[in-house]
Structures are given as structure tokens and as C-alpha cells.
């Protein structure tokens, strides 16, 4: 019964809310967790009290979970008895009242331009044969000029990308659609994909930009995770600071120190909260303070006559 619980808890988040694959998955890893601990203890998701939830809370700060890890799960937990209220399930929300440890703000991995240049210049040459070195180009590429999540990008539709566009529609969290403009360096990167794309009988009839012959249709994230930290050890580049999601970091705030605006930031990058992008000012103001030090004269001690 209680299995049933997720299950139709995940369900409607996917119709209400449009709840990715993933974030299902995530939710679904920690409701069973909790459902585990609740069993243990002789309940379940029906007849857990506030209490339980709470010692659930301590058993998680005990095994050393990551902030972040115990205010999601506590989130999920959340939603879940919101859902039951709602549902009529329950008749009361055990965790309504509850509060999470909050997440810390985590400043992202800084990248250089000049680490972007070599990671791009570097996707280029990688790969042995030249139909992957044009896909790994494009996807970089594309993925510098947009800023995109990438599920958004390994999951492009390729009609997305026909035609030269200027601009490229997103389909974001949530199902929502935003239009993100292409630099020229990235269209050439389509166009070329495309050509190569195209000759091949089975990606050609592909509704994907990047097909695959996976169960999913196109190129998964984890693959394109482990080709971007082999291609940032050979160009050199510290792999550790280099994700999929560094580079989306590095769209954010390198378009800021150029004088790009937060609002404009945030349409790119799909943020529904302003104060999500806000994070990226740390950047530009490090290089503000550091200018300061370097040039302000009562930045240095004053030198005194003899």
C-alpha cells in the first residue's frame, strides 16, 4: 500500500508539474528510504507521525549525509504528505511544520575563458574518427554559446536545429520552453553535425539532434559526462573543476563580466527564481575587488618621505 503511495505521488508530479525521469527518480530513492526506516519501526507512510519523521531526520545527520542530501529528502517527504492531504489520504501532514537544514549556497567552479578555448579547440581533435570529433564539437559548442542544462541538451529534438536558426528553442524543467539565441560558432557546429548526421541511414530517421541506440533514443548525460573530463585531461585542464554543469557556470559568468544583466541571466538560463542566478555575482565581484586592491591608492601602504 505504501508502494502504491509513490507511485501515484510520482505520477502526479509528472502530469502537474512535468517532472523529469530524473527528479522521479530521485524522489522515488528517497521515499523508499524513508518507507525503509518507517517499517523498521512498525509504520508506514499512513500512520507515521510527526516524531517519526523527525527521528528519520536524526538517523540521516548520524551516517553523515550531506546537507544538500537531508533537505532534499526531507523536501520529498514533504511533498509526499502534501500530496496525501490533498488526496485525502491523511487527514493531517506529519511534516508540515517541519524545517530542513537549508541548503548552503555553493559558489560554482570558476573557469577561464582560456579553459573554455582549450576545452573547445581540444573537442576538435579528441576523438579518433571525424563524424565524433563534429558531434563532440557541436555539443560544446552549443552547450558554451546556451547555458543549457544538459538533459536539455543531449535531448534536443533535431527539427530544434534545422534550418540555420538564429535562435533555438529549449524545453526546460518543468516543460517550460525558453528561446536561447546561437552564436555563429555554434550554428557552424549544427550545420556540420547535421551534414555528417544525416548520411547516416538509422540517426537520419532520428527525432534527436544526438541519437543513440540507447533506451532513451539519445546520448545520455553520464556519457557526455565522461567524455567532457577525458577531454579536459588532454587539453590540459583541471578535470575537477570541468562538468557539463561547470561549463553552463561558465555561460553565466562570463556573460556577466562582460556586463550582460542578471535579468537577461536568468531568461537564458531557465531560472524561475531571480535569486538563483544571483549566485553568479560572486564572480564579478571578486574581479571588482581585486581591481580595487591592484589600482585604489589606499589599497597600499603610503610610502613617507624620509
Known amino acids: 500500500m505504501s508502494l502504491q503511495w509513490i507511485s501515484n505521488f510520482l505520477e502526479a508530479q509528472t502530469a502537474e508539474f512535468g517532472a523529469t525521469r530524473n527528479t522521479q527518480e530521485a524522489y522515488g530513492r528517497d521515499l523508499k528510504d524513508f518507507l525503509s526506516f518507517l517499517e523498521c519501526n ?13 527521528n528519520y531526520l536524526i538517523q540521516c545527520d548520524a551516517i553523515g549525509l550531506a546537507t544538500s542530501t537531508k533537505a ?11 500530496f496525501a492531504f490533498e488526496e485525502n489520504l491523511r487527514k493531517d501532514n506529519p511534516a508540515i511544520q517541519l524545517r530542513g537544514p537549508g541548503k548552503k ?12 578555448e582549450k576545452l573547445l579547440q581540444t573537442s576538435r581533435t579528441m576523438p579518433k ?5 563534429i558531434r563532440l564539437t557541436c555539443l560544446m559548442e552549443l552547450l558554451y554559446a546556451t547555458g543549457m542544462r544538459v538533459t536539455e541538451l543531449v535531448g534536443l529534438p533535431a527539427a530544434a536545429a534545422r534550418g540555420n536558426p538564429q535562435m533555438i528553442l529549449v524545453c526546460g524543467k518543468g516543460g517550460k ?26 540517426s537520419s530517421k532520428s527525432l534527436f539532434l544526438f541519437p543513440s541506440r540507447g533506451k532513451d533514443g539519445h546520448l ?51 531560472h524561475a527564481d531571480i535569486a538563483t542566478t544571483e ?14 586592491l591592484k589600482h585604489h591608492p589606499l589599497a597600499h601602504p603610503l610610502k613617507t618621505g624620509a
Open 220 to 270: 545520455t548525460r553520464v556519457w557526455f559526462h565522461q567524455q567532457i573530463k577525458k577531454l579536459a585531461a588532454v587539453a590540459g585542464v583541471d578535470p575537477r573543476k570541468v562538468s557539463p554543469h561547470s561549463l553552463r557556470h561558465a555561460f553565466a559568468t562570463h556573460l556577466l563580466a562582460g556586463g550582460a544583466d542578471l535579468r537577461s541571466i536568468q531568461t537564458l538560463l531557465g
Open 42 to 54: 512498525g509504520a508506514g507512510f499512513a500512520s507515521a507521525d510527526r516524531s517519526m519523521v523527525e
Open 279 to 292: 549566485i553568479y555575482t560572486h564572480i564579478q565581484d571578486k574581479r571588482l575587488r581585486e581591481l580595487v
Open 129 to 133: 574518427q571525424q563524424a565524433a570529433k
Open 177 to 202: 520552453e525558453r528561446m536561447v539565441p546561437l552564436s555563429p560558432g555554434a550554428r557552424s557546429a549544427i550545420i556540420l553535425w547535421l551534414s555528417f548526421r544525416d548520411q547516416d541511414e538509422t
Open 105 to 116: 549556497k555553493q559558489l560554482p567552479k570558476s573557469m577561464t575563458v582560456q579553459d573554455v
Open 72 to 82: 532534499r529528502r526531507l523536501s520529498s517527504i514533504k511533498q509526499l504528505y502534501r
